[in-house]
């Protein structure tokens, strides 16, 4: 009877350390739309409107500890040439919805962090005489050198909800000041050997406005061919 007992006890101290080490969980909530995203061939381009869901568990701030993280978004996706007049945005000659998902797991030093997994996601890609539909299965890891609130990170996949459809390898800068702020700098290229390749730059800024709750907005600008598209998302953040 004591030996179950002491096990009991051994079992709830060990669960109660490892909650107490993984305090901080987050569920962020995004919504976005771009307008006039270039695509291949030159004369094509996309307008999107998407919706994402995140959620991280992570250790709490100035721990070390395992990291997991799953998200999962759709888009609205509405594609045309450029020299028509209906591709104002929302719309669209050839309109399709699209869906993605990934998850990363990963481990947090003071000054070090690795996440890696897989994303999954389906898309359509512009062609003669009929758009090609398939789905994707991608690498998903970043690096990230730093503490928790400043730091650089180098990765293959995502970055924010809306490249779950639009993976690309990135450089990211981010930067917290005055406690409750903070800033996110990215610059990403999609695959050379991608057919809807295209860079974009990405600008993200977040105020903590509880303990528990976040809100931010994210302008980003994808560059290819010459052409230039823009994106505008809002989001929300809920830590407990």
């Known amino acids: 009877m004591r030996s179950r007992l002491a096990i009991v006890l051994i079992a709830a101290a060990v669960a109660s350390a490892v909650r107490t080490a993984h305090a901080e969980e987050t569920v962020e909530a995004t919504v976005w739309a771009a307008s006039r995203r270039p695509l291949a061939p030159p004369e094509l381009q996309r307008n999107v409107a998407g919706i994402g869901v995140e959620w991280i568990d992570a250790p709490a701030r100035a721990r070390t500890g395992w990291t997991l993280r799953f998200g999962a978004a759709v888009e609205h996706q509405a594609d045309c040439a450029r020299v028509e007049a ?3 945005f929302p719309g669209g000659g050839d309109a399709h919805v699209e869906g993605g998902a990934h998850v990363r797991v990963g481990w947090m030093w003071r000054h070090v962090q690795l996440e890696g997994g897989i994303l999954a996601f389906s898309r359509t890609t512009p062609a003669a005489p009929a758009p090609i539909a398939e789905s994707k299965l991608l690498p998903d890891a970043v690096v990230r050198l730093g ?21 690309l390898f990135f450089a990211q800068a981010e930067i917290g000041f005055a406690e409750r702020w903070t800033t996110t700098l990215t610059a990403g290229t999609r695959p050379l050997d991608d057919v809807l ?19 931010g907005e994210g302008l980003a600008l994808a560059s290819a061919y010459g052409r230039l598209g823009g994106e505008a998302r809002l989001e929300l953040g809920w830590s407990f």
């Open 197 to 215: 390749r295209h860079d974009r730059y990405d600008f993200g800024m977040r105020y903590q406005v509880t303990k528990a709750i976040r809100i």
């Open 86 to 88: 209906e591709c104002a």
């Open 147 to 167: 503490t928790r609130t400043v730091f650089l990170a180098f990765g293959y996949g995502t970055h924010a909800a809306p490249t779950m459809l639009a993976p």
